[in-house]
């Protein structure tokens, strides 16, 4: 059996995820490629070193201009030589992924979070409350992976670097312009320490307060739905399962409840620390760490702690 992964590249670096999504091919099947979505060398070195990858394909685009439309007409063109086609549970991979399902004609499958062989995987459902183990018989196994559930591959490779054909043309659909979300922060699925807030924060200039702290411990900054709807910080700072997913090494939430929606986001977190002023708050229970106490003043007592 051959899987192929399907590998985003970002400012032309390949995304540290890449190596997740390959340990998760690598219990699929026996052999892996990846279809790189960019031709930064950086990425392009990175993906060749990849350990357990037979060979990358390299696409001749700029991967931060890829249409979905465009990719999905890539990939589906490649489906014949695979028993198994990989996409990260990132929004272009929720995008695409479907999308090349339905061209093929097969069921896909989303959110895979563990894989028992090469027709049986593990999701979540109902926000993540339920695990539901799943038997696909399709001729093609289409799925997304989630990043966080996987250790990345560990070694060094050599795969054989294949440049792929230029990319389809998407239909009329064009891409006017592209604007890059800049800043000197940890990406938030990536990031060691993550420190979040939920309406618990009282008020903006609380939740200013957290983005201080955060700023103090080097750590990127989330969100639960609530703040996002109030405008309180962008859309891509959401935790949750209709955010980001995330598996840091210390997750502290600050003011937050724990709604199911948002567990889980974070039900990976190598640690969890819970502060909140509520001592039946259910985030309590997925807590590592509790402590019942107000938000901002316990934000204002770890910045003296810290200072």
Excluded at 199 to 214: C, I, S, W, Y
Aim: proline share 5%; glycine share 8%; charged share 20%.
């Amino acid at each position: 059996m051959r899987a192929l992964v399907i590998a985003e590249v970002v400012n032309q670096q390949l995304k540290p995820t890449v190596a997740s999504l390959v340990a998760a091919a690598q219990k699929a099947a026996s052999t892996v490629d990846l279809y790189l979505m960019g031709h930064g060398e950086e990425a392009v070195q990175a993906a060749q070193k990849c350990p357990g990858v037979e060979k990358v394909f390299v696409n001749p685009e700029e991967g931060d201009n890829i249409l979905s439309e465009s990719l999905t007409k890539a990939v589906v063109a490649m489906a014949g030589n695979y028993s198994h086609i990989f996409f990260e549970a990132s929004s272009m991979g929720k995008s695409v992924m479907p999308r090349v399902a339905a061209k093929l004609n097969v069921a896909p499958l989303s959110d895979v979070i563990a894989v028992v062989d090469s027709e049986t995987f593990v999701r979540p459902i109902f926000a993540g409350s339920i695990e539901v183990t799943v038997k696909n018989e399709e001729p093609v196994k289409v799925a997304s992976v989630r990043a966080t559930a996987f250790d990345p591959v560990q070694g060094e490779g050599q795969a054989q670097v294949v440049m792929a054909e230029p990319m389809p043309e998407a239909m009329k659909t064009r891409k006017v312009s592209f604007e890059a979300v800049k800043t000197d922060r940890p990406a938030l699925q990536t990031a060691r320490i993550v420190v979040a807030g939920g309406r618990g924060l009282g008020d903006e200039a609380g939740f200013q307060k957290l983005v201080a702290l955060a700023d103090k411990l080097k750590a990127a900054v989330g969100a639960t739905r609530a703040i996002v709807d109030l405008g309180w910080c962008p859309n891509d700072w959401q935790v949750g399962q209709t955010g980001k997913i995330i598996a840091p090494d210390l997750y502290i939430a600050i003011g937050i409840s724990g709604a199911m929606q948002h567990i889980a986001g974070i039900k990976d977190a190598k640690v969890v620390v819970a502060i909140n002023n509520d001592p039946e708050a259910p985030i309590f229970e997925v807590a590592d760490y509790g402590l019942v106490m107000d938000a901002q003043q316990a934000i204002d007592e770890l910045m003296k702690e810290l200072s």
